[in-house]
């Protein structure tokens, strides 16, 4: 199922739930070529997350294999309000993710620390954007934040 623009469903309750969902290579945040992703650890953007947005209930998980970015989207299906979702290298080419995230009835945010348009053309496109609420990118350790005041509203 392709999601339209403007889809957006998120239960605003109590406690909003949402899955911070990370890909390949972003456990080495922090560390991997710092001169483009920064200094941030996964563990340090989500601090600053729950810091900023004290009232959501985050989830978080990071995979190096599609198998289990698919099986976590899955679950989110069944329980999560939104996801914000980088998907690292498979952001450009997996269509299993592109149809896991169709498959799913929870509005994605996908994310990007760096400007993927200004990098290698093979970054320029995602199969992941159409079937995602919007894309953020750009901006750092801020596209997680971003994503996650899409998602609220």
Known sequence: MIKPAGWLTVT???MVKILMLNGPNLNLLGS???EVYGTASLADILAGLRSEFPDVEFHDFQANG?????????DAGTWADGIVFNGG???HYSIALRDAIAGIDVPVVEVHLSNV?????????SVLTAVCQGVIAGFGPKSYSLGVAALLG
């Open 117 to 125: 348009h200004a990098r290698e053309e093979f970054r320029h496109t």
């Open 12 to 14: 605003l309750g109590p």
């Open 66 to 74: 599609e198998g289990a970015l698919i099986e976590a989207l899955h």
């Open 89 to 91: 290298a498979y952001t």
């Open 32 to 34: 991997r070529e710092t």
